[in-house]
């Protein structure tokens, strides 16, 4: 069966300090991968998504960016974190073909940007 | 542009009491619309889509073409049911990016 993995699950950072968050799928190939922010008041967030290894598109400008190093393997990050980067971030898959929308959600790392 | 609009940010019930959560969304074309649910400490999870014109833990969905909505409705809510809900739209594909609502949280009053 598919797994999705993120981590870390939490995170304290600096403002201005660096940030990597790593998912990883298991159990499939060739997914479609996202990463999503989840901050309150604001629903979630398309940040960005990949169809494939180094395809990434960006939905949001902002100073965040994402990379797809290998097929399974999404990661989201920054060179210098802000304040208002702190949330909630999920990662998610769905089957790249015959696929029915349906996203496959990582249990997410929440950010706290001080 | 796809876009999910839910109204409510917050919606309280007493058990036993119906539950309609609104959902309305705009799309040029055949939308995908979808329920998703986030329990307390659990993961983001599909609850139910409109193509499979099924029940979930008694909820159900109508797709409004006509009122662009796809409102969840249950007759009679149960204190488990309190949980974040999500609305969201994909192309009819099914290939691109679901645009997510602002959620609504429903909380079930014993």
């Known amino acids: 069966s598919q797994t999705i993995h993120q981590w870390p699950a939490t995170l304290v950072q600096p403002v201005g300090s660096p940030l990597s968050l790593e998912c990883t799928v298991e159990g499939t190939s060739n997914p479609n991968l996202y990463w999503y922010r989840q901050a309150a008041g604001r629903g979630l967030q398309l940040l960005f998504y990949?169809?494939?290894?180094?395809?990434i598109s960006s939905e949001v400008p902002q100073n965040l960016s994402a990379s797809r190093p290998q097929d399974r393997q999404f990661i989201l990050s920054s060179k210098k974190l802000l304040l208002s980067d702190s949330g909630f971030y999920l990662c998610?898959?769905?089957?790249?073909?015959?696929?029915?929308?349906?996203?496959?959600f990582g249990e997410g790392s929440r950010l706290t940007v001080l | 542009a796809q876009r999910v609009t839910q109204p409510e940010k917050l919606l309280s019930v007493f058990k036993g009491a119906p539950v309609e959560l609104k959902c309305n969304y705009s799309y040029s074309g055949s939308p995908e619309l979808f329920w998703y649910v986030q329990y307390s400490r659990q993961r983001l999870q599909l609850l139910l889509r409109?193509?499979s014109r099924e029940s979930i833990k008694g909820f159900t969905a109508d797709l409004n073409k006509g009122e662009t909505s796809f409102h969840l409705k249950k007759p009679f809510a149960q204190e488990e049911d309190s949980a974040m809900y999500y609305c969201?739209?994909?192309?009819?594909?099914?290939?691109?990016?679901?645009?997510f609502g602002k959620g609504t949280r429903l909380s079930v009053i014993a």
């Open positions: 409109h193509i």
């Open positions: 969201a739209l994909s192309g009819y594909s099914g290939n691109t990016p679901l645009v």
């Open positions: 998610a898959w769905s089957p790249r073909a015959g696929g029915s929308g349906e996203l496959f």
């Open positions: 990949s169809v494939g290894i180094g395809q």
